[in-house]
């Protein structure tokens, strides 16, 4: 293992976790330098196991031992250890999970390929925070759909923040960016989908209706958390579904929505 222990912040590839709580910094810089963070040793070797190449490790030393498979593995890669003060100082939080890593980001898949031997499929319309692009990857990853696809805007799915809030899953789920939804729609429709869109709108169906009856290739389409979907998004599907709500309820939160309607379609009688 390539062990640097570091007392200052001069090295180059630190700045790979520089200002981690600056958001909209993280955003730009992480795809544009092909990387993404890794967060935790579980989620660390989550993202080895899925073919993922780490660039370098940073930790606290007693984490040194659980990791001790990266060296292994990767013994170019360098492992940075340091005491929680210049961890904090580098990274601008208390690192409470021990070890960071930065991985090369691997190449998005073509959707046609992605789709053509998919059955049930997420669509994350323009979705902006990463808590619930997390969740809604950890639903589909436990709910039985075979892939994620989302938006030119939808948030960033390696992002920290949603890799820990999918336990990983992002990692495991096949996912991919569609292209915008003049191109996007005639690609599921030429896969053979029915473009399903979870929508409030006077021409719904239920989601029990609609899974009743559910086609054998579903594009499940989820909005953002404020406006819902777009009027692209409704002119290209095939249909309206809504999840019946009680006590005034208009909708459930985005996560908890692409839960519900993974579990009718699952536990449906599919054609």
């Known amino acids: 293992m390539s062990v640097i222990p570091i007392d200052s912040l001069e090295h180059p590839l630190l700045a790979d976790y520089a200002d981690l709580t600056d958001v909209a910094l993280r955003r730009k810089l992480e795809p544009a330098g092909g990387l993404y963070l890794a967060e935790s040793s579980k989620v660390i070797e989550r993202a080895v196991a899925a073919g993922h190449v780490p660039r370098s ?4 030393e007693k984490w040194l031992p659980s990791l001790a498979w990266v060296g292994e593995r990767f013994p170019e890669v360098p492992v940075f250890v340091a005491d929680d003060a210049l961890l904090e100082r580098l990274t ?11 991985m090369h980001r691997p190449a998005l898949p073509d959707p046609a390929e992605l789709l053509a031997g998919a059955r049930t499929v997420v669509v994350l319309d323009d979705i902006v925070d990463h808590t619930n692009v997390g969740a809604a990857f950890r639903s589909a990853a436990g709910l039985g759909a075979d892939a994620v696809l989302i938006s030119p805007r939808c948030a960033d799915p390696l992002y920290r ?3 820990r809030v999918s336990m990983g899953t992002v990692l495991q789920v096949p996912w991919t960016r569609l292209p915008e939804w003049k191109d996007a729609g005639p690609l599921l429709h030429d896969a053979g989908f029915t473009i399903a869109a979870l929508a409030l709108v006077d021409d719904s169906v239920t989601l029990q209706e609609f899974a009743a009856t559910a086609p054998e ?7 953002s958390e404020g406006d819902g979907l ?9 249909v309206n579904v809504e999840i019946p709500m009680l006590h005034g309820v208009d909708s459930l939160n985005v996560a ?5 309607a993974l579990y009718a379609l699952l536990t449906a009688e599919r054609r």
């Open 57 to 60: 490790v940073l930790l606290q």
């Open 217 to 223: 290739k579903v594009a499940v389409v989820m909005g």
């Open 92 to 102: 601008g939080f208390a690192m409470h999970r021990g070890a960071l890593a930065s």
């Open 230 to 238: 777009g009027w692209r998004a409704l002119a290209a599907a095939d």
């Open 161 to 163: 923040r949603s890799v």
């Open 256 to 260: 908890a929505a692409s839960a519900v």
